[in-house]
């Protein structure tokens, strides 16, 4: 197989991904950008790191394309940083090349946060380009590095062992219009999409792992594990 074609599949796929969550007012599609082609020098661009079995510096500079969204927050007077507003996009891009942490994000001039060997594709509705998304691959270790016999792949992952993680419990999700979050007000009471005394789920930077039931420890809530989550939801 052509390493360079999966480093470019790969690409493709996070940038396909990072354009369904970016929340823009149009559709956007996900194209290879032409020799040429590229966001300005001083566009804003919000950049991460990833860190897991494929490790990658992500970008993506999207300002003008979420302006609608941006401008939304500002209206109901909880002005939206754009790290915060493209972080969903970030994160799912990085879903597609596996298990890791993806850092915080920072912002930067495109001109030097997008790299000159990485896989840029504009972001494009009707095709005219309204944002932009760049991957560059980090060279994986070879099997023989560091752990002799041991996979790259566990290699890779050796590095994230000290590394904390928010790990969350849900109890429901509700789906709602942006006009009745803007609604909210104390007091107000949400139906959940889940039955009194099912499982709580949870969730490690947003995939499932596990489900338990909650429990109180000493004043304090807590969750008793009751089934690991394996196969392709969970990261186990």
């Known amino acids: 197989m052509n390493p360079t074609a ?38 804003i661009a919000v950049l991460a790191s990833f860190v897991g079995s494929r490790s990658a510096d992500v970008v993506l500079v999207a300002e003008r394309a979420v302006q609608g969204a941006l401008a939304a927050g500002a209206d109901a007077g909880s002005p939206l940083p754009l790290s915060d507003a493209l972080r969903p996009a970030l994160e799912a891009a990085c ?11 920072r912002t930067e001039a495109a001109g ?12 494009e509705h009707e095709g005219v380009p309204q944002a932009w998304f760049a991957l560059r691959m980090r060279a994986e270790p070879s099997a023989t590095a560091g752990f002799p016999g041991v996979p790259a792949q566990r290699q890779s992952l050796h590095v994230l062992y000290d590394v ?4 969350t419990v849900e ?12 609604e909210l007000t104390p007091g107000a009471v949400l139906e959940l999409d ?3 005394g099912a499982p709580a789920d949870v969730m490690v930077n947003g995939r499932l792992i596990a ?21 392709e939801q969970g990261v186990i």
């Open 6 to 43: 999966t480093s470019t599949d790969t690409a493709l796929a996070a940038a396909t991904a990072a354009a369904r969550l970016l929340p823009s007012t149009t559709p956007l599609i996900a194209v290879a950008a032409r020799p040429g082609e590229g966001p300005a020098l001083d566009d």
């Open 95 to 105: 879903e597609t090349l596996g298990a890791g942490v993806l850092d915080a994000a």
């Open 112 to 123: 030097s946060a997008v790299p000159a060997d990485a896989h840029l594709f504009a972001l």
């Open 164 to 167: 904390e993680m928010t790990l």
């Open 171 to 182: 109890l429901g999700r509700a789906r709602l219009p942006v006009r009745q979050v803007l």
């Open 194 to 196: 889940r039955a009194a």
């Open 211 to 231: 489900r338990g039931e909650v429990v109180v420890v000493d004043e304090d809530y807590g969750i008793r594990i009751t089934e690991i989550v394996a196969g």
